[in-house]
């Protein structure tokens, strides 16, 4: 093997290396944090002009455990009194037509670019802060959000846990 041969090889080496690393940034790719914003903001657009998204794409947004639990069948309890709705994104008692200002989006925890990662996303709502804890994974660039935790504790996966019996 002369040189040239043996500095094609070796950089056809590097490329391939280079190629299997994971990147985002230098791809163009959406962090985790990115993805969340993104979707929070488009969510409280959405829900002012009172125009949700199609089932297709809001279940699209969801990881595949959390998209099985929401479509379980559900067991309502008979003496279950009827309370606030739930608003998947932002919480109980935020009804469509809502003005909600999203703020801060930032890491609370995790790896935000290789996931997963939980991210806190402060909103306003009737002129009151909230926090909201959203858990996101997945594969490279295909982020899922795996659970929602609002301020008042209660979780999107412990609401369909407890009307599916899962």
């Known amino acids: ?15 391939l290396l280079a ?3 994971p990147g985002r940034a230098e791809c163009g790719g959406v962090s985790i944090r990115e993805f969340v914003e993104t979707t929070y903001y488009k969510q409280a657009r959405l829900l ?11 279940y ?11 479509h379980a069948p559900r067991q309502y309890p008979k ?12 919480g109980w ?24 990662a939980t991210i806190r996303v402060e909103i306003e709502y009737r002129g009151e802060p909230h926090k909201i804890l959203v858990h996101v994974v997945g594969p490279g660039e295909d982020w899922r959000i795996a659970n929602i935790i609002y301020d008042s504790g209660k979780s999107l996966i412990e609401h369909y846990r407890s009307i599916t019996g899962g």
Do not use: C, Y
């Not at 003496?79 to 998947?88: D, V």
């Not at 890491?107 to 670019?113: A, I, K, L, P, Q």
């Open 1 to 15: 093997m002369n040189r040239r041969q043996f500095v094609f090889a070796m950089s056809g080496a590097v490329t």
């Open 60 to 70: 699209a947004l969801f990881s595949p455990g959390m998209r099985r639990l929401m």
């Open 48 to 58: 002012a002009a009172k125009t949700p998204l199609s089932n297709e794409d809001f």
């Open 79 to 90: 003496n279950q009194t009827m309370g606030p709705l739930l608003n998947a994104f932002f």
């Open 93 to 116: 008692g935020v009804l469509p037509g809502a003005e909600i200002r999203v703020g801060k989006v930032e890491r609370h925890s995790g790896e935000e670019d290789l996931g997963p």
């Open 19 to 21: 190629a299997t690393q």
